[in-house]
């Protein structure tokens, strides 16, 4: 499957959910923040005391906006996103630099205080990049398709929750799993 023929699965999974949406939706924008980790390491680095540390494929902090679309029973939840995703090795003759764009699509089921959903991830624009000694650190990621599981506790317009990332990264034809666990943040407005 081509990477624009992922995108239109995508594309369509979302819109099939919008559609369960009645006329009667509630449609907000949302903010959303978090934390991820684990998955394989994709760059450890020597410091020049002995130390080491290293950068793993679902490490990151991640910032974003997007829509929820919950239906008139307030029962099923649309939530899109898309998001600016980054982890860094910092020291003092040079830096690496994980960055990527991940588009999220998420149907919840939800009850009073808590919501529970799957959906798909699309990471785009994914590259590592160095600096300094680590300027030979350059590398373009190929785009990648995967799969979120999430849980929210709801606190009015707040969500605070774990979330699962279920993704495989390719680049230079080597594959690295990008599995991991996070928590996260989201604020309806």
Do not use: C
Request: glycine share 12%; no cysteine.
């Amino acid at each position: 499957m081509t990477a624009s023929m992922r995108v239109r699965s995508a594309a369509a999974w979302a819109l099939a959910a919008l559609a369960t949406a009645s006329h009667a939706a509630e449609v907000r924008p949302v903010a959303v923040a978090g934390y991820d980790a684990g998955g394989d390491k994709i760059v450890t680095v020597t410091f020049t005391s002995g130390q080491t540390d290293s950068l793993r494929t679902n490490e990151g902090l991640y910032l974003g906006a997007g829509i929820s679309v919950i239906n008139d029973d307030k029962n099923i939840e649309f939530l899109g996103t898309v998001s600016y995703k980054f982890a860094s090795l910092h020291a003092s003759n040079g830096d690496i630099d994980w960055t990527r764009i991940p588009l999220g699509a998420l149907l919840f089921y939800r009850m009073q205080s808590f919501r529970a959903g799957a959906g798909l991830t699309y990471v785009t624009s994914s590259k590592l990049s160095g600096s300094g000694v680590a300027a030979g650190v350059n590398t373009k990621v190929d785009d990648a398709l995967g799969f979120l599981i999430q849980a929210d506790y709801l606190l009015g317009k707040v969500a605070i929750g774990v979330r699962g990332t279920f993704v495989d990264y390719k680049a230079n034809g080597l594959t690295a799993k990008g599995s991991g666990v996070g928590v996260t943040l989201g604020f309806t407005f």
